[in-house]
């Protein structure tokens, strides 16, 4: 049994909430009508939600939950610290191939209407699915919808990530002036972030290092471009911890801030505070992209704010609710939310703004606060 072996692979903080998760789960199997929900991790791909509902954290598994069973189906390479990780019923597939213990398992159960993630399955492996006597069903929203409210100690996770963020920072910028190449601050960041107790960076992502004109590129990949005194340089990262992770992004000038990019770090700063006036739950996240976009739209660069003005974070970099034109979601109690407006002028430069603001009756509460929203100056 797990319990008597020793702890080789360490539980996570939110290990403890795993049953109240699954009960949120099979309210959902309830209201849904369906006899089981199954979700798959293939070569790393959808751990998040593997980790949420089960604790495990390997590469490669199969998760069964019916209304009154949990089961982990793995290799011979993760049983161990399924076994340590997870509360689930851990199933060795041994030499078959998953699907094969899969099948054999929703027979002997007598499964007919099953769940499964339509949104993160491969089209090989839902016409592989398709074999096996059930009737699927997609229920892509379940996993998502139980992730969106972070609960009080996913809160605290995110909040460390971002503590770890804001020292690696400030470590990495002592270690970096005009001269320097854009991937050494990546790579600073990275060090600086594992060295201080963090799990690294977003591992999913490679953080956004652009200078000079190259911050006209919202996505910039850290490139050897080697930033000028009189130049500036975009910086968007982040930490994980348990997990969890935090996003930020600042604005960083060599010797002196050029005017120009000074005066719109100032109008960003102003979006961003006129966004956070109107965050609260029950308002149309698409209400809020508008209030922050109206403000640079009225000083000109309305046509230069070229993405949305945020979106939710957890597990991910990128989960549900969207702050953008076009989406419909509602904000709610428990959302944890980027806020980031930015201006991008090709062949001038660009510049954004980004902080972490967890959504409650009260207002917006900003969880990345240790890093300053100054404009930095280095060199």
């Known amino acids: 049994?797990?319990?008597?072996?020793?702890?080789?692979?360490r539980k996570s903080m939110t290990y403890e909430r795993i049953p109240q998760r699954l009960e949120g789960l099979r309210a959902q199997l309830r209201d849904q009508v369906l006899d089981g929900f199954v979700l798959f991790v293939t070569e790393g791909s959808n751990?998040?939600?593997?980790?949420?509902?089960s604790g495990f954290r390997g590469s490669s598994a199969t998760l069964l939950i019916t209304h009154d069973e949990e089961i982990l189906i793995t290799d011979g390479r993760y049983t161990v610290q399924a076994e340590e990780q997870s509360r689930f019923e851990v199933v060795d597939q041994g030499q078959r191939q998953t699907l094969e213990a899969l099948k054999e398992l929703l027979g002997a159960r007598r499964l007919r209407r099953v769940g499964f993630e339509g949104e993160r399955v491969s089209y090989a492996l839902f016409k592989k699915l398709e074999c096996i006597d059930v009737k699927w069903v997609d229920s892509s929203s379940i996993i998502p919808s139980l992730r969106r409210c972070k609960d009080a100690l996913e809160v605290s996770c995110i909040r460390k990530a971002a503590a770890f963020a804001a020292s690696a920072l400030e470590e990495a910028l002592d270690s970096f002036g005009p001269g320097d190449a854009e991937v050494k601050l990546s790579a600073l960041l990275e060090f600086r972030l594992r060295m201080s107790g963090a799990e690294g960076g977003w591992k999913s992502h490679e953080f956004i290092v652009a200078s000079g004109e190259r911050s006209a590129l919202p996505?910039?990949?850290p490139t050897d471009r080697r930033l000028m005194?009189?130049?500036?340089?975009t910086l968007d990262y982040g930490a994980r911890y348990e997990g969890y992770v935090c996003d930020i992004t600042r604005n960083v000038a060599?010797?002196?801030?050029y005017a120009w990019a000074y005066d719109v770090h100032n109008l960003l700063s102003e979006a961003q505070k006129v966004a956070l006036e109107v965050m609260k739950p029950g308002v149309a996240a698409k209400d809020v992209d508008a209030a922050a976009r109206a403000v640079i739209q009225r000083a000109g660069f309305g046509a230069y704010f070229t993405h949305g003005l945020g979106h939710g974070i957890g597990l991910e970099l990128h989960e549900a609710p969207r702050l953008s034109p076009s989406s419909d979601d509602v904000l709610q109690e428990g959302d944890v939310v980027t806020v980031e407006p930015g201006v991008y002028v090709k062949g001038r430069g660009g510049l954004r703004l980004e902080d972490d603001y967890l959504i409650t009756a009260d207002g917006p509460l900003c969880l990345t606060e240790g890093v300053p929203k100054e404009f930095f100056l280095i060199g």
């Open 47 to 53: 751990w998040e939600g593997a980790y949420y509902i």
């Open 219 to 221: 996505h910039g990949a």
């Open 229 to 233: 005194p009189g130049e500036w340089l």
């Open 254 to 257: 060599a010797k002196r801030r």
């Open 1 to 9: 049994m797990a319990a008597a072996r020793a702890s080789w692979w």
